[in-house]
């Protein structure tokens, strides 16, 4: 699995997080917002309309918990275990996500942020399909999914998809941009 971006930076100059319903600072502001406020981190997200990807934590006081957490689980093999058990079910995290990220969609910033994200990942994501794509079509005994298309144009796209070893769907798609 690919590392996860790095987030926003996650405190002042001076590494504590003011909390925006109250004005206190704090090095991490979960325990406060769920024992003062009774909130979640992501209702108070939703609340200043900040992006669901916004640091709640000083990034030192993050850093330390990560190193914390690493060394925990070499001297407890059976932690992670524990923490995955008490994890809720994905459905309920996506769900609380996409709650989240609904009070920022329409936000500017917000719409900003994803848009550049997006034309930055984008053309990576295509890349990698192509050589994919590439690396199936070669296993296959084609120089390429270009070679692969045009030498099995005779063939119905179920037929060519099987010889090739892609979807049907990926050989119509291949075939209309080739047409053009």
């Known amino acids: 699995m690919g590392r996860r971006p790095p987030r926003p930076a996650g405190a002042d100059p001076d590494g504590l997080v003011t909390c925006l319903s109250c004005g206190r600072r704090f090095r991490s502001l979960g325990p406060h917002l769920y024992r003062i406020h009774q909130i979640t981190a992501a209702d108070y997200r939703a609340e200043h309309q900040l992006p669901a990807g916004t640091a709640l934590m000083a990034t030192a006081t993050r850093n330390a918990l990560s190193a914390g957490r690493l060394k925990a689980m070499v001297d407890d093999p059976e932690l992670v275990g524990r923490m995955r058990a008490s994890t809720p079910p994905l459905s309920e995290l996506a769900r609380r996500s996409a ?55 005779n063939l119905p796209s179920r037929a060519a998809a099987a010889r090739i070893g892609v979807g049907a769907s990926t050989v119509k798609r291949w075939r209309r941009r080739n047409a053009t």
């Open 99 to 153: 709650e989240a990220r609904a009070g920022t969609d329409g936000l500017n910033a917000v719409r900003a942020a994803r848009r550049s994200g997006a034309l930055r990942t984008l053309p990576s994501a295509q890349q990698a399909r192509r050589e994919a794509l590439d690396a199936t079509a070669r296993a296959a005994g084609f120089a390429s999914m270009e070679e692969a298309i045009r030498a099995t144009s």
